[in-house]
């Protein structure tokens, strides 16, 4: 098995057999896997922030696909048009660390929450909805999809590895 | 003081740490009349920090024409203030490029955190006008180091440091304190003072979880705590090199208004867009040192 890391701002798609996608480290971002059941085609991205629409001209941005809208739009939308279809996608996500904070404002920082929301908009605008999720608290994660099983897996910093 | 900090002080010599090169050089370049012959000389007492350095400034990321071969020549090239830097960063991994257990970090781990710590105290740094983003770079390299010495503490005492943590809403370093009697961030401070390290940089690895601390400790560089606090704060929830403490750290909203900062969601996210264009520099970084 080869592993393939999505790197924070990134999207990787694979119908290769024998490939792990995994996101490395998911703090605050988003980490989301697609799989088609009939291609066997799989997606992941790693998303770091909501919304792209933050920047004035989100074009110039040289990693565009750390935004949730952007990141969610571009893999389902490059999947559908390599063939995959919508009835037979899987989508799961895992990420998002809430705020540790006790104080007033938190919200100022809660960046995972905020990305966990973004995704799920992103994820149902594009008219699918999601499997599996394991969001929030404060513990670490990474996720893991293979390419020839569809297999996900998850594996929360401290704790075994788990299917997900 | 407690049985764990003196158990740990007593053993320091055990600990997988050599800064004191690095403290040495970074002290004599702080002296604007340094010359280089002597600069090389201390270099040189560290046959294997040579020869990683020579091997850096050799490699693809300078792209230098002519080899370098020699220390002197080294630093003549890089400069004073670079050269500060690359000292750090390699001593550092030499230290840091390890299994921390107690923090169920794998190798390489606290190593990849601590980089992009000390990459985002530097932007900080840079963004702020602070006046020394190297130390900066340092700083925000070295803030853990307590985690090296106190991990097997942490390790053996983890279900009371969470229980801690969960029922008593405090953050992770507190619960140390308060079941093992010490945190990473004091004991680290403590090495730190041992070392021989400038009282800024002690300063900073003691207070970057609590830097109203530094405020009310009349800390001499509380722009300096202010700024690896909102650091360390970024490089956790980008997720670079994430323990088993998680993001049990709060962001203290102060501190980070201290730096100048106006804090709303937009601006918080403006900030980690642009932090994080600069994985690349901190990959290569990673990949380069040896």
């Not at chain 2, 021989?196 to 405020?215: G, R, T």
């Not at chain 2, 560089?221 to 490089?235: E, F, G, K």
Request: glycine share 8%; with cysteine.
């Amino acid at each position: 098995m080869r592993e393939i890391r999505v790197k924070m701002g990134e999207i990787e798609l694979t119908t290769i057999p024998g490939i792990v996608l995994t996101t490395p480290g998911l703090g605050s971002g988003v980490g989301m896997g697609v799989y088609d059941r009939k291609s066997r085609m799989a997606g992941m991205a790693h998303i770091i922030l909501p919304d792209s629409k933050i920047l004035q001209d989100p074009e110039e941005d040289e990693r565009p696909y750390k935004y949730a809208d952007v990141a969610v739009s571009a893999l389902l939308g490059k999947m559908l048009s390599l063939g995959a279809k919508k009835e037979n996608l899987v989508v799961k996500i895992a990420g998002g660390i809430d705020a540790f904070n006790f104080k007033e404002n938190s919200e100022i920082i809660n960046i995972g929450g905020r990305n966990v929301k973004a995704v799920y908009n992103a994820i149902n605008e594009m008219g699918l909805t999601v499997a599996n999720a394991d969001t929030g608290g404060s513990s670490g994660r990474i996720l893991k999809l293979n390419a020839l099983s569809g297999a996900f897996y998850l594996k929360i910093i401290g704790k075994k590895e788990a299917e997900f | 003081m407690t049985k764990i900090i003196h158990d740990i002080l007593e053993r320091e010599d055990n600990l997988p740490c050599n800064f004191h090169i690095a403290i040495q050089v970074s002290k004599m370049l702080d002296d604007f009349n340094v010359s280089i012959d002597k600069l090389a000389k201390v270099i040189g007492t560290d046959q294997a920090l040579s020869v990683k350095l020579l091997k850096y400034c050799n490699s693809a990321e300078y792209g230098f024409s002519r080899k370098i071969s020699t220390v002197n020549d080294a630093i003549a090239r890089l400069g004073f203030k670079s050269f500060k830097t690359i000292v750090f960063t390699i001593v550092s991994k030499s230290s840091l490029n390890r299994e921390i257990r107690g923090y169920g970090l794998k190798s390489g781990e606290i190593w990849k955190n601590s980089i992009s710590c000390a990459f985002y105290s530097r932007y900080l740094a840079e963004l702020t006008d602070y006046v020394d983003p190297d130390q900066a770079f340092t700083a925000g390299m070295l803030r853990d180091i307590g985690k090296l010495a106190l991990q097997e503490y942490v390790e053996n005492d983890f279900k009371n440091i969470i229980n801690a943590v969960n029922n008593e809403k405090i953050p992770f370093f507190k619960a140390e304190e308060k079941t093992l009697g010490v945190s990473h961030c004091h004991i680290g401070a403590l090495l730190a003072e041992r070392w021989s390290f400038p009282q800024v940089l002690v300063d900073a690895v003691k207070y970057h979880h609590c830097p109203e601390e530094a405020q009310r400790a009349g800390c001499e560089d509380t722009d300096l705590v202010n700024i690896v606090h909102l650091a360390d704060y970024l490089a956790l929830i980008l997720g670079y090199g994430i323990g088993t403490d998680g993001i049990m750290y709060e962001l203290d909203m102060t501190s980070v208004e201290g730096l100048g900062f106006n804090l709303t969601c937009e601006n918080m996210e403006l900030l980690i867009a642009d932090i994080a264009n600069n994985s690349n520099e901190i990959e290569s970084l990673i990949s380069n040192i040896e």
